[in-house]
């Protein structure tokens, strides 16, 4: 059935061209921003061996799983799942898959944008040499300034959500696959000079170590769930981001070594993140436990301190904005192509109303890290609520389903004529799809639940 349908959206130009895009969804704040607080709130090593056996064992698989149902089903996750279920002669409830991983994306960029908002806000104190021979108390009251103030977080929350909303109403080969083009390798470049920066600190073997060093006596069941949840989160799994730009893949593409190729460059750029900040921690003193700020109140110090580093601190800045701009726009696309689907309404329409929703909730989400700090629920403010709720319980759940839906729903024929790998890769990763990812979802939320 594929051959002769195409997407309605439109169809990338190549091969690399999806790969650049998935990638660019893939590769965003989680490598840059979360991956190395929550590495440092975890305890390092054993954290993040939890976190690349996930990526292995069970982001992998479910990423080829994604695609292929995306390319199979060529329209939004929504009616993808309903396609793809008619054709298994399954229940079209599995269509709910789809809308779990709307709502899931929709609260996802709620926070990523005010997140992004604060590298924004960082791209100008760079430029205008804020950080220059900065020590860590100074570049840490920077930080607090910024985020204490709901005027600051609320205007460059609103300049990140109209970047976003302006490049997915240009649609996909013209807004998405432009936008990423240049940008990965350069970021790339960066990361390497901080990397060279992070070795002069003499920090440098401490830093490694902690990443390396498994400890597993700082790992409870919570932590586990947190690193399964990032390698989803990082991998853009779980909600349909990676389904929806499977679905405007051509059908003569490998896969299974495009799936490879994205999740070893996503790992790939967390881990020299990982690399670059923790030297620089342990050299200034810092927690690495200090939670969400840890990059902003590292990295400066940095580009405080090396030559050159006005302008290293303003291109950083700048990638790092388009790193996570190349991520939001498939947090929304999936939405948003709904809409254009069901509602009949033109693309620009569906910007308008996807993008206003996010930015309301993401109003308050600014405004929990100052004037609504006090209003929690479930002991968590508005941004902690949202980011565990979303990596930790949705993108988990959607990615299950997922799994159980390539293994279990769909026909074996047809997922086999879909990935097209040699047999035994394909026996392999059926058998991660059937049973190993499930079962290690399953099992860890049982351990948080307090089953066993
Ligand atoms: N993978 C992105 C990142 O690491 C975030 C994201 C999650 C994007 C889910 C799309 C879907 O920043």
Redesign the pocket.
């Known amino acids: 059935m594929t051959d002769i349908k195409k997407s309605i959206h439109g169809e990338w130009s190549s091969r690399f061209a999806f790969i650049l895009a998935a990638t660019g969804?893939?590769?965003?704040?989680?490598?840059i921003w979360?991956f190395p607080y929550i590495t440092g709130e975890n305890g390092g090593g054993a954290f993040v061996l939890i976190y690349l056996l996930c990526i292995a064992a069970i982001g992998l698989p479910i990423m080829a799983a994604e695609i292929m149902m995306g390319r199979r089903g060529k329209q939004s996750p929504i009616n993808t799942m309903e396609t793809l279920s008619e054709e298994a002669e399954s229940d079209n409830r599995w269509r709910y898959l789809g809308w779990l991983g709307v709502i899931?994306?929709f609260l996802?960029l709620s926070y990523?944008s005010v997140i992004a908002g604060w590298a924004l806000s960082y791209v100008l104190k760079a430029f205008t040499g804020s950080f220059s021979g900065g020590n860590a108390l100074e570049i840490k009251s920077l930080f607090d300034d910024m985020v204490g103030s709901p005027i600051q977080l609320t205007f460059w929350h609103s300049v990140f959500m109209a970047a976003t909303m302006y490049v997915v109403s240009r649609g996909v080969s013209s807004g998405l696959e432009k936008a990423v083009r240049f940008l990965m390798p350069t970021l790339f470049v960066i990361l390497i000079l901080l990397l060279g920066y992070a070795m002069t600190t003499g920090f440098y073997q401490q830093g490694l170590s902690f990443m390396f060093t498994p400890d597993f006596s700082q790992i409870d069941s919570d932590a586990v769930l947190t690193a399964m949840g990032h390698a989803?989160?990082?991998?853009?799994?779980?909600?349909g981001?990676i389904m929806v730009y499977g679905s405007y893949l051509p059908k003569d593409i490998s896969i299974g070594k495009t799936a490879l190729y994205i999740a070893g460059a996503?790992t790939l750029v967390a881990i020299m993140a990982g690399i670059a900040i923790f030297p620089i921690v342990f050299a200034n003193g810092l927690e690495p436990g200090s939670g969400p700020g840890l990059i902003f109140q590292t990295l400066p110090i940095a580009f405080g301190n090396m030559t050159g580093g006005w302008i290293f601190g303003v291109l950083f800045f700048v990638l790092l904005v388009f790193?996570?701009l190349s991520?939001?726009i498939?947090?929304i696309e999936p939405a948003v192509a709904w809409l254009v689907e069901n509602k009949d309404i033109p693309r620009i329409k569906a910007c308008i109303w996807a993008g206003l929703a996010t930015w309301g909730l993401g109003i308050a989400v600014a405004f929990s890290f100052n004037i609504w700090s006090g209003f929690t629920i479930f002991g968590k403010n508005m941004f902690d609520l949202l980011d565990y709720m979303t990596a930790n319980l949705m993108?988990p759940i959607g990615g299950f389903c997922i799994a159980v839906f390539a293994g279990w729903v769909m026909k074996t024929q047809n997922s086999r004529e879909e990935l097209e790998l040699p047999d035994t890769i394909y026996r392999i990763w059926k058998f991660l799809v059937c049973y190993i990812a499930p079962a290690a979802v399953f099992i860890v939320f049982l351990h948080v639940l307090g089953v066993f």
């Open positions: 969804s893939a590769v965003g704040l989680g490598n979360k899931a994306g996802i990523y989803f989160f990082t991998l853009s799994l779980g909600m981001a996503d790193a996570a991520s939001s498939s947090l993108l």
